[in-house]
């Protein structure tokens, strides 16, 4: 093997675009960001870099600030693999932009088709994990039984009830952000749950759309109502990674067996999700035979492509690494 194929420009533009097809799946509610770090294989080093990001490390970088603390920070910089993050959050980045934009559009022109597509993923998904669940115990039955109501209870409130006020997006952020940890569960199925979607998804539009017109034509005023939402979602999903994610991997570690009967149950209860939402784009209208029919035919492509996705992959282990 010659120097070039293992030098620090090649191995982070493969890293860039191993973060991009994790961003294209974390996109789409059903299809998981951290299953595709598992089949290109850097699942083991993602969760070390974000279990690295810690609040007393955080702490030792902000002391970097006065001269004498500069070595501390800079140590406590390398220790969170800051390449490797920085790379593959470029490549999410550039994904979530380019595949939310035609969620947007799409969503904005067919919304049945495309909420069908979504529940097409999430169920087969939920086929797929559910070869890994245990019921076994009391203790796991009972996990299983609170993710599912709990998902089938929050799915249909938020389709109707939870606005996009900036504390919601905020803690959307910090839920949506865990799902890098969590093989099987999307951010946008999350996000989907919590009736943020279509919002983040119109809103992430607007913002690249005002962006590039910034520099023709400059917009401060559309910039402020379209940024605003977009920098309270990333500050949620940062200080996601320093609570919720790390949570997320305590019970993993600890109680895998009940954390994953939840998480595969509460990814069955979120199928109302996607139903929900297509029904209160219809309208006055309400369902037909052939809004229904259209809704299933697009279920059956997601699912499809879950399976030939699980197909390639292989058998996906949901447990975290130790």
């Known amino acids: 093997m010659s120097a070039s194929d293992t030098s620090p420009v090649r191995d982070l533009a493969g890293i860039y675009l191993r973060g991009f097809c994790m961003g294209a799946a974390d996109a789409v509610p059903g299809v998981s960001g951290g299953t595709v770090a598992l089949i290109t294989g850097i699942y083991d080093r993602l969760l070390s870099a974000i279990t690295a990001v810690e609040p007393d490390r955080v702490a030792r970088i902000l002391r970097g600030v006065r001269r004498e603390n500069r070595g501390d920070a800079l140590a406590a910089i390398r220790e969170t693999d800051p390449g490797f993050l920085l790379a593959l959050g470029a490549g999410m980045a550039t994904a979530v932009v380019v595949v939310l934009r035609l969620v947007s559009a799409v969503l904005a022109s067919n919304p049945v088709a495309t909420y069908g597509f979504f529940f097409g993923l999430i169920a087969a998904s939920a086929v797929v994990l559910f070869e890994d669940v245990s019921l076994s115990t009391r203790p796991r039955r009972f996990a299983a039984l609170s993710g599912f109501c709990l998902a089938i209870v929050v799915s249909g409130r938020a389709s109707v009830a939870t606005g996009t006020s900036l504390p919601l997006v905020f803690l959307a952020g910090a839920v949506a952000v865990s799902a890098m940890v969590l093989p099987g569960v999307s951010g946008s199925l ?28 400059p917009n401060g005023a559309a910039l402020v109502s379209t940024g605003v939402p977009i920098t309270v979602f990333v500050s949620g999903a940062l200080v996601g990674l320093v609570s919720v994610a790390h949570s997320v991997r305590w019970a993993l570690d600890r109680y895998r067996e009940a954390t994953v009967a939840f998480l595969v149950s509460l990814i069955v209860g979120a199928l109302r999700a996607p139903v929900e939402q297509a029904g209160s784009e219809l309208g006055g209208t309400g369902w037909t035979a052939e809004l229904a029919a259209l809704f299933v035919g697009f279920g059956l492509v997601g699912a499809v492509g879950v399976g030939a996705l699980n197909r390639f992959a292989g058998s996906v282990d949901t447990a975290a690494p130790a």
Do not use: I, P
């Open 190 to 217: 999350l996000l989907l749950l919590l009736g943020q979607y279509e919002f983040m998804s119109d809103t992430l539009r607007a913002f690249t759309d005002t962006l590039g017109a910034a520099l023709t034509t």
